[in-house]
């Protein structure tokens, strides 16, 4: 389980991402083809751990209206892997 500390982290990390992208939305719906693009901001944050490292996965959607997902090394700060989502 992550620390707090870790936790703590995650927040400093992504703070300066979710004003950059200018949206947090805590939650996305399914959308059809009549609907506008997704609005940027993040959909989901999810603490984990890879090769013994806590990792934070988030789930995003980005200026272009793509959602994306990235994988932050919560002991270095760096952004270990980064795709888009196919959907």
């Known amino acids: 389980m992550p620390s707090i500390g870790n936790v703590r982290r995650v927040a400093a ?16 719906g399914m959308a059809n083809a009549e609907e506008s ?4 901001g993040i959909l989901e944050i999810e603490l984990d751990f890879a090769d013994g490292r806590p990792t934070a996965e988030v ?8 959602e994306r997902e ?13 795709e888009a989502e196919d959907g």
Do not use: M
């Open 70 to 82: 990235i994988h932050v090394d919560l002991q270095t700060g760096q952004i270990v892997e980064e």
């Open 59 to 66: 789930e995003f959607v980005d200026l272009e209206g793509t």
């Open 13 to 28: 990390v992504l703070g300066p991402a979710a004003i950059g992208i200018a949206t947090v939305v805590g939650g996305a």
């Open 37 to 40: 693009p997704a609005a940027p």
